[in-house]
């Protein structure tokens, strides 16, 4: 019996033993358990900064990118609006040159068209002149 009660203390010391060492296991994961939730914690606050950190980012180049486009746009509005003018400016003196060179063109053709009456006039006169000899010839002939 003494041989029994001997194991059943070497049983008991074993169970107390493995139960201790479980205890302690259990400590160790508890405690990795806290640094795990801890640290997913703090891998959220960082998550949560750096999406706040791009938003602000990307809000700053979205503010620079439209005001850049604003500005190209006015530079683009300025320089069409003085070729506009140029364009305009160009037309408009060769309209004044087009119109100058159509009232000298109707000057000359009414100066050809006197001319012209001038010319049948006297080629009037001359054969009024020429008929009135032939009629005088024929008279006296």
């Known amino acids: 019996m003494v041989a029994m009660e001997e194991r059943v203390s070497k049983l ?4 107390e033993q493995v139960d201790q060492r479980l205890g302690e296991m ?3 994961l508890d ?15 960082e998550i949560v900064g750096l999406r ?8 700053g180049l979205r503010q620079d990118m439209h005001t850049e486009i604003v500005g190209l746009r006015g530079d683009m509005h300025t320089e ?14 060769l309209r004044v040159e087009v119109n100058g060179r159509m009232t000298s ?3 000359r053709m009414n100066g050809m068209e006197t001319r012209l009456n001038v010319i ?5 006169a001359a054969v009024v002149g020429i008929a009135g000899i032939l009629v ?4 006296q002939g």
């Open 12 to 15: 008991e010391g074993a169970y």
């Open 26 to 28: 259990n400590s160790h």
């Open 31 to 45: 405690t990795a358990n806290e640094s795990i939730v801890g640290l997913r914690g703090d891998m959220h606050t």
């Open 52 to 59: 706040g950190d791009m938003h602000t980012e990307i809000g």
């Open 80 to 93: 069409i609006g003085g070729l506009r003018r140029d364009t305009l400016s160009e037309v408009g003196g």
């Open 105 to 107: 063109m109707d000057n």
């Open 120 to 124: 049948m006039a006297c080629a009037v």
């Open 136 to 139: 005088t010839l024929l008279v």
